[in-house]
């Protein structure tokens, strides 16, 4: 199955001269099948193609080197993307994927830098080499790594883009992502779908761009709100006074206009100690001025659509899954090549293992 989705691609920089060369198909196959079992290490692969069959065979009675293992993961990198663009093809012509819908989601990957800031402050070359990985936060814990944003078709399960990022946050990712995506497998798909870590304009905005129909649900707000408007409309307090209200335009968020309430009477209002706010001698709450007509908005109120509600119960067993399977099953839980192109060449062998597992039916 290798040799016919991606023999192409493989042989296409093979050249006849010189010494003896190992077949790129058994060489992607020995990792794809190494991903399988969880053996991520080029020395536990060369082990295994010298005492195991099954590997042995996949080898074709060849025992590749751990170094020549490493060398051919490391060449994959400027293939990766025809790879994944070529499984994508092929699904889409067997009629399995059908680009309706996307699920995007971002997981941290923790990086080869060591962990410990003690260890970290020793090692400067490896400072040097792994400064793209940054610190993040993932499941209210510390580490040290990257943030790698994928997309999923709803109906399949098949991964169909990935992206390597620094970033910490969903903020913003969505334009790498759909660049990633059309590389990725060709074409970007109707709809996309995300949680509320990509609620942003400028996400909502690369995906207008795009041309997908973006479902992004809004933030809730994580404390209560100082004022409330009461029969006519107006901004009070909770002691009742009316707030004024402001107009401003932050200049290094794309000119967007606020709308500012302020009350000045809480310097011997009783309700000051328990006031939601905080204590002083004034309350004031900025709310973003909603457009009608903002892709943002847009956004959100897709969500509340009964299609919206459809969407988002299925985006967490859609995306979810692979990111389990590819972190429990695979061992993926931390990159073993430095650097963020190589720790993109890890996670694309992965999204692309995957992949062929959906397409021979071991993930229903």
């Known amino acids: 199955m290798i040799g016919d989705l991606f023999g192409k691609e493989l042989h296409s920089d093979c050249n006849l001269q010189g010494g003896f060369r190992y077949d790129p198909v058994s060489l992607l196959a020995i990792w794809v099948y190494g991903y399988l079992q969880g053996e991520l290490s080029s020395r536990k692969l060369e082990e295994r193609c010298r005492y195991d069959a099954r590997y042995e065979f996949l080898a074709r009675s060849c025992k ?32 399995i994927l059908h680009r309706r819908t996307m699920v995007v989601d971002g997981t941290k990957v923790a990086a080869l830098k060591s962990q410990w800031s003690r260890a970290r402050k020793k090692a ?17 814990k510390y580490l040290v790594g990257y943030n790698v944003q994928v997309a999923a078709d709803a109906d399949s399960g098949i991964l169909v883009g990935y992206a390597t990022t620094s970033q910490p946050d969903d903020f913003g990712q969505l334009e790498e992502v759909c660049e990633a ?105 900025k709310i973003l001025a909603v457009d009608l007509n903002d892709e943002k908005h847009k956004a959100n109120e897709r969500c509340l659509t009964e299609e919206g509600k459809e969407l988002m119960r299925i985006r967490g067993q859609t995306i979810e899954r692979p990111f389990g399977i590819i972190k429990e099953r695979y ?8 650097g963020k192109e190589k720790a993109g060449i890890e996670f694309g062998l992965a999204a692309l293992t995957f992949n062929l597992q959906i397409l021979t039916g071991l993930i229903p």
Not at 66 to 94: I, W, Y
Not at 331 to 338: E, I, M
């Open 124 to 140: 400067d070359q490896i400072e040097e080499l792994e400064a793209e990985a940054v610190t993040m936060v993932s499941h209210g």
């Open 331 to 338: 061992r993926l839980r931390k990159f073993r090549l430095r």
């Open 64 to 95: 590749p080197d751990h170094t020549t293992l490493n060398r051919f993961r490391t060449s994959l990198g400027p293939k990766m993307d025809d790879l994944m663009a070529r499984f994508c093809v092929s699904a889409q012509e067997l009629g």
């Open 181 to 285: 995506v059309k590389r990725q497998s060709g074409a970007l798909s109707e709809r996309a779908v995300c949680d509320k870590g990509f609620d942003s304009s400028r996400n909502a905005l690369a995906l207008a761009k795009a041309g997908v129909q973006g479902f992004l649900p809004p933030k809730l707000r994580k404390k209560p709100p100082p004022f409330s408007l009461d029969e006519s409309q107006n901004m009070i307090c909770k002691a009742g006074h009316i707030a004024t209200k402001h107009e401003w335009i932050d200049v290094k968020r794309d000119n967007k206009r606020y709308d500012i309430y302020r009350v000045s009477s809480c310097k011997n209002c009783p309700f000051n100690p328990d006031c939601p706010s905080k204590s002083g001698r004034q309350r004031q709450m």
